[in-house]
């Protein structure tokens, strides 16, 4: 099962404006993650946040980490029409071996309309 | 820097056949590495991950398997290939110090429809 799941599922903003994605999980986690995919490409890293972190900030990226409720938030500011693309939340999860590996959500779709 | 390669980028196989996806990492050593299908619209599901060479820890049971012949070199597998095994593959590594829950870096991808 997955352990983040993304909200909301597609974000359609004009440029300039801000864009906000919100991630929930399940269990704890060690680290929470965002990355970012443009069609039929792979995925690109974009910030880490760790557990004891509320807040991040990359450029015109902004994370925040809540243990508390167990979610997260991206916020993209004055977005460009460049920054169209999907975007996941990955958290660390204990998988059916034993072993802690990443889980992805299925993302938000966002849309910046030039 | 390190880079990270995937092949071929596209595929198009009956179902029955044979598959062999490549994956190949450079500039780093003893690096984690991962194969992840993605559904269309869908988010990515772990298939198979190893920590060293001869070490392949599966996840799904499945029609798949993968094999890691060298330290920077992750190959996906079937000796037949079904409908549902369509999809888009992605190639992974991580820094190999922990479990698997860092900073990911991933290929460009293999677009694979199965006729």
């Known amino acids: 099962s997955q352990q983040g799941e993304e909200d909301p599922q597609a974000l359609s903003i004009q440029e300039g404006e801000n864009a906000t994605m919100n991630c929930s999980y399940k269990?704890?986690?060690?680290?929470l993650q965002w990355y970012r995919q443009n069609s039929g490409r792979g995925l690109v890293h974009l910030i880490l946040?760790?557990?004891?972190?509320r807040e991040k900030h990359s450029g015109r990226l902004r994370v925040t980490l809540d243990t508390s409720k167990k979610s997260s938030s991206l916020l993209i500011t004055a977005s460009r029409a460049a920054d169209t693309a999907s975007y996941f939340c990955?958290?660390?999860?204990?998988?059916?071996?034993?072993?802690?590996?990443?889980?992805f959500g299925s993302g938000t779709r966002l849309q910046v309309q030039p | 820097s390190q880079t990270i390669h995937q092949w071929p980028a596209t595929l198009v196989q009956p179902v029955g056949s044979p598959l062999s996806l490549e994956c190949t990492v450079e500039?780093?050593?003893?690096?984690?590495l991962y194969w992840y299908r993605q559904a269309a619209g869908r988010g990515l599901q772990l298939l198979f991950y190893?920590?060293?060479?001869?070490?392949i820890s599966s996840e799904v049971p499945q029609n798949l398997s993968a094999s890691r012949p060298q330290d920077r070199q992750f190959i996906l597998s079937s000796k037949k290939l079904l409908l549902s095994d369509s999809g888009f593959y992605l190639c992974?590594?991580?820094?190999?110090?922990?479990?698997?829950?860092?900073?990911?870096?991933f290929g460009p991808g293999t677009r694979l429809t199965v006729l």
């Open positions: 992974a590594w991580s820094v190999g110090v922990s479990e698997g829950t860092d900073t990911q870096y």
């Open positions: 269990t704890s986690i060690n680290n």
């Open positions: 946040i760790r557990s004891n972190e």
């Open positions: 990955a958290t660390d999860a204990v998988m059916d071996t034993g072993r802690r590996a990443l889980t």
């Open positions: 500039g780093t050593s003893n690096p984690n």
């Open positions: 190893s920590v060293g060479i001869g070490q």
